[in-house]
């Protein structure tokens, strides 16, 4: 094991931060009255303030956050000054379950707590501590939940009713916001609603019929993205309501499941398999979780505290940690005469993410040659025109790898090892040779001596891909994700 290991953040959070900044940008660049007095000056600040502070802020967290392991002990630090400790100084370390099936590793020392979350080398910075931290009292990593999971009693949990009914205002707040607003800004000032037929009537003189219908289109279906994305949840809330009577007990013998009149009971020596699927619907985002049993099978959707109810069944049938249980797609999976699979990013879900994108490059572009040619009145300066364009350009370029990507890249396993393919580059890695994988942020790494491949989770079947890797890479230095 090397002397020192030393964990960053990964480069592509320089991404984030550069989006983040860019909207800051694009609100500067909004065509507000100038000078800015009075209330315009309060909303340009706020619209330009907050992402740009948020950028500069995460920005100097990517730059600074670092967490390093040697012989002697351990340093670390945020966006403020280094810390350290020495082995004997080092309390405790542990995995804290997080909802979502996320984790966090903490160590605990004497002068703070540390997390090694989202770092690279994580995994090597695990099995350091884990062999070097010879004073505490744990000798290696272990989930530890914030609450115990022995029972003592009869624990009961049941549907989420005040999520179910909360959905139809959620959804008619967010369907309406929008229309109120622009209700509220013409009753709201004297003359508000002229100058809104005034405004529409400019446009129509200025760029014509064509184009006016074209904006007002695209406005619309801006203002659509928003219902779209809450209604994305309708199947999970679906689900809800035919689950609305369960009543699931987790006692120390076993579970007991009841809906209605049908009822379940099984010891935890009886659970067979557990995992997490997928709610039926157009978009499968929502997740479900089903626990087979010898004397049947049950599942539930949006339980309160569901997260505490799955460590429960975890740690009792002691069957392994959940899984995801994916549904063979035939677009995205297939097999090549020498056995290997194939794993790709052609679905169903990633296809509806890259029509998005290419919907939001297709409206800047159309704005950016309305600004470039003077169509737009409230474009006030070339400023205008040249950051639309900039911002065009960009989007452009990111949708194109984006679709690139999609039909490009492809993982393939074998016998021999890990084949990755890009649209730019090939890369193998033989099993033997790979010394780590780990989860940072959404993507999953894959290193060895000659190289890293990485896929982010919207890869399809990824769950079957990251339980291959574990069981052939024998050689390397942890044994889970």
Not at 12 to 28: D, H, P, Q, R, T
Not at 182 to 200: D, Q
Not at 242 to 268: F, K, N, Y
Request: proline share 5%; hydrophobic share 45%; glycine share 8%.
């Amino acid at each position: 094991m090397e002397s020192e290991i030393i964990g960053r953040l990964p480069r592509y959070n320089w991404l984030l931060v550069f989006f983040v900044a860019g909207i800051g940008l694009m609100g500067a660049s909004c065509p507000f009255p100038r000078p800015l007095t009075g209330a315009d000056f309060w909303i340009w600040s706020a619209i330009v303030a907050f992402p740009l502070g948020l950028a500069l802020a995460y920005g100097l967290l990517v730059c600074r956050q670092c967490v390093v392991v040697n012989e002697t002990g351990l340093r670390w630090r945020g966006i403020g000054r280094w810390k350290s400790a020495t082995w004997p100084q080092v309390r405790d370390f542990y995995i804290r379950p997080l909802p979502q099936g996320k984790r966090n590793f903490v160590v605990e020392t004497e002068l703070g707590k540390l997390t090694l979350d989202n770092l690279q080398r994580r995994a090597l910075l695990q099995e350091a501590i884990e062999q070097r931290a010879k004073w505490t009292q744990v000798q290696e990593w272990k989930e530890r939940p914030r609450q115990s999971l022995e029972l003592t009693a009869p624990e009961v949990f049941e549907a989420n009713r005040g999520e179910v009914r909360f959905y139809p205002w959620m959804v008619a707040l967010v369907t309406l916001l929008m229309p109120l607003q622009v209700f509220a800004g013409a009753i709201g000032k004297p003359g508000g609603m002229t100058r809104i037929i005034t405004s529409i009537t400019q446009q129509w003189t200025q760029l014509g019929p064509l184009w006016t219908v074209a904006f007002g289109l695209l406005l619309l279906v801006m203002c659509a993205l928003y219902p779209a994305i809450v209604l994305a949840t309708g199947p999970r809330i679906r689900a809800m309501k035919e689950r609305m009577e369960q009543r699931i007990t987790a006692s120390p013998e076993g579970l007991i499941w009841q809906d209605g009149t049908r009822e379940i009971r099984a010891r935890w020596d009886e659970v067979t398999s557990y995992y997490v699927d997928t709610v039926p619907g157009w978009v499968t985002l929502s997740a479900r979780c089903v626990v087979e049993t010898r004397r049947g099978d049950f599942d539930w959707v949006g339980v309160k505290n569901g997260v505490r109810l799955m460590n429960l069944v975890k740690h009792h049938a002691a069957l392994g940690p959940w899984k995801r249980k994916e549904p063979v797609k035939r677009e995205a999976f297939e097999v090549s005469t020498s056995g290997a699979h194939v794993f790709t990013y052609r679905t169903r879900e990633v296809r509806a993410l890259m029509l998005l994108m290419t919907f939001m490059a297709l409206a800047c572009c159309i704005s950016a040659f309305v600004n470039a040619v003077g169509w737009n009145p409230r474009a006030n300066t070339k400023a205008d025109a040249i950051f639309g364009i900039g911002l065009a350009v960009f989007c452009v370029i990111g949708c194109l790898w984006a679709w690139l990507q999609y039909w490009r890249f492809e993982i393939r396993t074998d016998v021999s090892g890990l084949h990755a393919q890009s649209w730019c580059r090939k890369n193998f890695l033989a099993w033997p040779q790979v010394r780590e994988y780990e989860i940072n942020d959404g993507f999953f790494v894959v290193r060895a001596m000659n190289g890293t491949i990485r896929f982010y989770g919207l890869l399809d079947r990824v769950e079957e891909l990251k339980g291959e890797i574990q069981e052939r890479s024998i050689n390397s230095l942890n044994r889970n994700w």
